[in-house]
């Protein structure tokens, strides 16, 4: 399957923990295919002094669907993630966004593919156009270009490599 995943965060050494999260996702999901650019972006949803770094990586995996989470959490808070408390959103040393498997369509009480708010998020979509701008969001049935075309975030988002 195709997995695509949002890495992010903005504590700490974060191009550190991209590439440690990267290398420990490579173990457990398989082949890497692809990684964008690292992206620089105000933090969305909340005031904090430090930007987020973000980056979108591709790899082919056969783990299945319903693993991939516990998976990423585990990977999260191996490289220093504190348990989220609620829904409200806070700096971070790391954050792993599963975006697409496939062509999955999925919402569990824990898990939506692809991710609810990937459509709303500049600093999402920005990445993703960098080797994905043709692929269609298989529940709105747009490509990632017009998605970003169409996102009503203002949010500046720089690439910064």
């Known amino acids: 399957m195709r997995l695509i995943l949002l890495l992010g965060g903005n504590q700490n050494d974060v191009r550190a923990k991209?590439?440690?999260?990267?290398?420990?996702?490579?173990?457990?999901?398989g082949d890497l295919i692809y990684c964008s650019s690292y992206y620089e972006s105000e933090p969305w949803g909340f005031e904090a002094s430090q930007r987020f770094i973000n980056q979108v990586v591709e790899f082919y995996t056969l783990v299945?669907?319903?693993?991939?989470?516990?998976?990423?959490?585990?990977?999260?808070?191996?490289l220093g993630r504190k348990e989220?408390?609620?829904?409200?959103?806070?700096?971070?040393?790391?954050?792993?966004?599963?975006?697409?498997v496939d062509d999955v369509i999925m919402e569990?009480?824990?898990?939506?593919?692809?991710?609810?708010?990937?459509?709303?998020?500049?600093?999402?979509?920005?990445?993703?156009?960098?080797?994905?701008?043709?692929?269609i969001h298989p529940k709105l049935q747009k490509t990632i270009?017009?998605?970003?075309?169409?996102?009503?975030?203002?949010?500046?988002v720089v690439k910064v490599n």
């Open 18 to 29: 991209l590439k440690l999260a990267i290398e420990k996702l490579g173990l457990e999901f």
């Open 64 to 78: 299945p669907v319903n693993e991939l989470l516990a998976i990423t959490q585990r990977i999260e808070k191996e």
């Open 84 to 100: 989220k408390v609620g829904t409200v959103y806070e700096s971070r040393p790391i954050d792993i966004d599963i975006l697409f």
């Open 108 to 135: 569990a009480r824990d898990l939506t593919i692809p991710h609810r708010l990937l459509h709303e998020r500049r600093f999402t979509l920005l990445p993703l156009t960098e080797h994905w701008s043709e692929l």
């Open 145 to 156: 270009s017009e998605l970003l075309d169409e996102c009503k975030d203002e949010g500046q």
